[in-house]
T-cell receptor, first 113, second 114 residues
Framework: DAKTTQPNSMESNEEEPVHLPCNHSTISGTDYIHWYRQLPSQGPEYVIHGLTSNVNNRMASLAIAEDRKSSTLILHRATLRDAAVYYC??????????????FGKGTKLSVIP | NAGVTQTPKFRVLKTGQSMTLLCAQDMNHEYMYWYRQDPGMGLRLIHYSVGEGTTAKGEVPDGYNVSRLKKQNFLLGLESAAPSQTSVYFCASIAGQKSNQPQHFGDGTRLSIL
C-alpha cells in the first residue's frame, strides 16, 4: 500500500498561514490525496482532497507537486480551532468494491495565541 | 441531521465479557467502516461493509465480529473482551465509491477492558 510521511508536529502563530507537508513517493496514478483532521476527543473530519490539480475550499488549499510525490495542505490564517492532528492519506482501491483510507500518525498542529 | 451516531460513548468491561457497539447513520450511505485508535496512533481499519448484508475484514479484524442487517446500522461485537482491545472505536460512512466523497465519522466510543 502507498504510504505517506508527515512531520510529527508543527507550531504556528495565530492568524499566520500554515503549510503542512506530506510526502507520498510511492503514490500510484489512481490514488487520491485526502486530508483529514482530528480535533481533541473527536472523530476525524474531512478537510480536502485532490488528484493532480491544486484545490481550494472554504477550509484550506491543497497544493500537489507536479510529479504527485508530495503535497502541502495550506491553512491561510490559523485559528485556535485549527489545533488538531492532520492526516495526509492516500485513498486507494482495496478490492471488493471499496476504497479505503489508511491513516498514519499525522502531524499535530499547535496554534500559539 | 445527526450524521453518524455511535452508542455508547463510554464503556468499561471486564476481561471475558462481551458487548456490541452500535453505529447508526441517517445519510443513506452504502459503505460503513469500523476503526480503532490507540493512544498516539492513527486509525486502523477493523471491518467494513459495502452494503446491507455484506461485511469484509480490514487490517485488524481478529477478536471482532460485525453485522450489517440494516443499511443504516453497522454493529461491532466483542465476544470475549481482552485488555488489548482497550481503545477508542470510530465508525464512519460514505455514500459510495463512484464519486470521490469524504468519509463521515462519529465521535467515537471509548472502551476500557480491565
Amino acid at each position: 500500500d502507498a504510504k505517506t510521511t508527515q512531520p510529527n508536529s508543527m507550531e504556528s502563530n495565530e492568524e499566520e498561514p500554515v503549510h503542512l507537508p506530506c510526502n507520498h513517493s510511492t503514490i500510484s496514478g489512481t490514488d487520491y490525496i485526502h486530508w483529514y483532521r482530528q480535533l481533541p476527543s473527536q472523530g476525524p473530519e474531512y478537510v480536502i482532497h485532490g488528484l493532480t490539480s491544486n484545490v481550494n475550499n472554504r477550509m484550506a488549499s491543497l497544493a500537489i507537486a507536479e510529479d504527485r510525490k508530495s503535497s502541502t495542505l495550506i491553512l491561510h490564517r490559523a485559528t485556535l480551532r485549527d489545533a488538531a492532528v492532520y492526516y495526509c492519506i492516500l485513498r486507494a482501491y482495496s478490492g471488493a468494491g471499496s476504497y479505503q483510507l489508511t491513516f498514519g500518525k499525522g502531524t499535530k498542529l499547535s496554534v500559539i495565541p | 441531521n445527526a450524521g453518524v451516531t455511535q452508542t455508547p460513548k463510554f464503556r468499561v468491561l471486564k476481561t471475558g465479557q462481551s458487548m456490541t457497539l452500535l453505529c447508526a447513520q441517517d445519510m443513506n450511505h452504502e459503505y460503513m467502516y469500523w476503526y480503532r485508535q490507540d493512544p498516539g496512533m492513527g486509525l486502523r481499519l477493523i471491518h467494513y461493509s459495502v452494503g446491507e448484508g455484506t461485511t469484509a475484514k480490514g487490517e485488524v479484524p481478529d477478536g471482532y465480529n460485525v453485522s450489517r442487517l440494516k443499511k443504516q446500522n453497522f454493529l461491532l461485537g466483542l465476544e470475549s473482551a481482552a485488555p488489548s482491545q482497550t481503545s477508542v472505536y470510530f465508525c464512519a460512512s460514505i455514500a459510495g465509491q463512484k464519486s470521490n466523497q469524504p468519509q463521515h465519522f462519529g465521535d467515537g466510543t471509548r472502551l476500557s477492558i480491565l
